[in-house]
Nanobody, 125 residues
């Protein structure tokens, strides 16, 4: 089991940037896939990005590819989501999560076992 704590959310104007952080504790950091999901009001939780185990392969939702970058710092047991060129439709609560059994290309939230509490991102137009 992994404990996850997100930070870095906030209010930003369209076109701006934010960097989210997810600090992990518990299991060996490089032994699981880490993902970011988001949930907007009235909508289902959706996959945003994932990063692999020690090889750090990455995968992105089409809606964020080219604008968002996921990375991990093993020395700090932290995963980041750099979000650039933000749009109002990126407004949501963002969650990080740990996936112990499926590949980085699995986008279903069902394969992610442990979740953080979420951090709000609001993009104004």
């Amino acid at each position: 089991q992994v404990q996850l704590v997100e930070s870095g959310g906030g209010l930003v104007q369209a076109g701006g940037s934010l960097r989210l952080s997810c600090a992990a504790s518990g299991r060996t950091f490089g032994s699981y896939v880490m993902g970011w999901f988001r949930q907007a009001p009235g909508k289902e939780r959706e996959f945003v990005a994932a990063i692999g185990r020690s090889d750090s392969s990455t995968y992105y939702a089409t809606s964020v590819k080219g604008r968002f970058t996921i990375s991990r710092d093993s020395a700090k047991n932290t995963v980041y989501l750099q979000m650039n060129s933000l749009k109002p439709e990126d407004t949501a609560v963002y969650y990080c999560a740990a996936n112990y059994r499926a590949s980085v290309y699995s986008t279903s939230s069902d394969v992610y076992a442990d979740w953080g509490q979420g951090t709000q991102v609001t993009v104004s137009s």
